[in-house]
């Protein structure tokens, strides 16, 4: 059995290491495969793999949307979200799917957090937030806001995604800290090599939870800051382990191991890379 992740850079990706890790704790016979397309080579190469008999692709930036032009089939997440970042190919048709939102709301949970009946802020409009906005709606999130420069682009969102989401302009982000009990990092900032997201978690309530999908680095100043304020932080690494565990069983046809410590062997690796 072969699987794979396709993007362009592809050679960051923490997926085939991850991938290996489930497995050979599986005892599975099978690989998984990075491979690189640019976007102009991105449907040709999918259909040669496709033809060449793989279960299926990952796919990340920048093919995800594109990803959706080629399937048969299409999710309700990756059809709300408006990106798959999951390609199976079955009976000879082509799936796509999404689990980067309930990715994210399982790595909340598995971090003690529910967000059933809480309000939440989510920071930026582009692909992560649809994702998280999605996935905060279907788990039961009592109230959304939405808070970018592009109050458009945050608008949709709430259109297409979450229709009572309010929308706020980035420079009146801070004045929902006291309002809120989650806020999610969903943009780019902090990211290694982008400038930091700052907030004003001073103005924030004692139970409010920081969370970002950012993860390298793992300790963005976002977290740094609100855990100083000794608020909670939540880093965007196990929403990357969470989101592998769908697409493993849909390749593999069977669970993630549980007994595999995916998060030691990526913080490992993401150490390596520093």
Do not use: C
């Amino acid at each position: 059995m072969t699987a794979g992740v396709i993007g362009q850079p592809i050679a960051h990706s923490l997926s085939p290491l991850m991938m290996s890790r489930w497995i050979d704790a599986a005892g599975l016979d099978a690989i998984y495969t990075p491979y690189v397309a640019t976007p102009h080579m991105f449907a040709p190469v999918v259909m040669a793999l496709y033809r060449a008999g793989l279960k299926g692709l990952n796919v990340t930036l920048p093919h995800k949307t594109e990803a959706l032009t080629l399937a048969n089939r299409i999710s309700d997440a990756a059809d709300k979200i408006g990106a798959a970042n999951l390609l199976t190919f079955v009976d000879g048709e082509i799936h796509a799917d999404n689990t980067d939102a309930v990715g994210f709301i399982s790595s909340l949970r598995i971090a003690g957090v529910d967000p059933k009946g809480k309000s939440v802020l989510v920071l930026g409009a582009g692909g992560a937030s649809r994702a998280v906005t999605y996935g905060l709606k279907d788990a039961g999130a009592r109230e959304l806001a939405i808070a970018n420069r592009s109050l458009g682009k945050a608008r949709e969102i709430a259109r297409e995604i979450a229709p009572d989401t309010e929308v706020v302009g980035w420079d009146n982000r801070n004045g929902l800290l006291d309002q809120v009990d989650i806020v999610v990092n969903a943009t780019s900032l902090g990211l290694k090599g982008q400038i930091p997201l700052e907030m004003e978690w001073g103005q924030a309530r004692d139970s409010l939870v920081a969370i970002d999908t950012v993860y390298t680095p793992l300790e963005t100043q976002f977290l740094a800051d609100a855990r100083n304020r000794d608020l909670t932080g939540i880093d965007g690494l196990g929403m990357l382990i969470e989101q592998g565990k769908p697409s493993f069983e849909a390749f593999f046809g069977v669970a993630a191991p549980q007994g595999a410590d995916i998060r030691s062997l990526l913080e490992t690796k993401l150490g390596e890379a520093k």
